[in-house]
């Protein structure tokens, strides 16, 4: 079965960085396209980024563009999130999703990012 | 931005009894490709959100047939014919055919 585990949570100052991992396996990695959402404490869900199969396509919002940058490892089946210049409106639940075409149909459990000092 | 906007935020409901989610989009979601990209997501308290249905009305598999989708261009429901105890949790629209945005949120809660 599809599973997606995200991990390299946890505290970070602001203006610090984190890389947020996440592995997928029950599926062929590189067939699909893969999505970061996340969600801040208490409140709804905002996409962040997603990348092609052949990470030739990337796309990112607004709020992070310039400070984030995805990228993903086919041989390990691994997406990254390299987040810099972190503000404490980064601070949520960071998932990683898989995604076909317009749409994430799983979802991983969450890592954690909190910037705080 | 596509802005998506739910309503209600927030949905007390009977057990047994209906419930319906409307989503509006400041841009028709219908893309190029002849699909509208338009998905429901479920989220329990305390768990990840679950998709539940994807190109406005295809159920995902294991999702019970209570759950339904409809609409076309800017306007879309989910509707649950009866409301059991396990659909308390919040609802998201979420569009796939522009920059990928979600909606607000509606909380459904057991009255």
């Known amino acids: 079965q599809v599973q997606l585990v995200e991990s390299g949570g946890g505290l970070v100052n602001p203006g610090g960085s984190l890389r947020l991992s996440c592995i997928g396996s029950?599926?062929?990695?590189?067939?699909?396209?893969m999505t970061w959402m996340r969600q801040a404490p208490g409140k709804g869900l905002e996409w962040v980024s997603y990348?092609?199969?052949?990470?030739?396509?990337?796309k990112y919002a607004d709020s992070v563009k310039g400070r984030f940058t995805i990228s993903r490892d086919n041989a390990k089946r691994s997406v990254y999130l390299q987040m810099n210049s972190l503000t404490v409106e980064d601070t949520a639940l960071y998932y990683c999703?898989?995604?076909?075409?317009?749409?994430?149909?799983?979802w991983g459990q969450g890592t954690l990012v909190t910037v705080s000092s | 931005d596509v802005v998506l906007t739910q309503s209600p935020l927030s949905l007390p409901v009977t057990l047994g009894q209906p419930a319906s989610i409307s989503c509006s989009s400041s841009?028709?979601?219908?893309?190029?490709?002849?699909?509208?990209?338009l998905n429901w997501f479920q989220q329990r308290p305390g768990q990840s959100p679950r998709r539940l249905i994807y190109?406005?009305?295809i159920r995902d598999s294991g999702v019970p047939d209570r759950f339904s989708g409809s609409g076309s261009g800017t306007d879309f429901t989910l509707k649950i014919s009866r409301v059991e105890p396990e659909d308390v949790g919040v609802y998201y629209c979420?569009?796939?055919?522009?920059?990928?945005?979600f909606g607000q949120g509606t909380k459904v809660e057991i009255e």
């Open positions: 999703g898989r995604s076909p075409i317009g749409t994430t149909d799983y």
């Open positions: 029950g599926f062929t990695f590189s067939d699909y396209y």
């Open positions: 979420m569009q796939g055919t522009h920059t990928w945005t």
């Open positions: 190109k406005v009305s």
């Open positions: 841009q028709s979601l219908l893309y190029t490709d002849g699909n509208t990209y």
């Open positions: 990348i092609s199969g052949t990470s030739s396509n990337r």
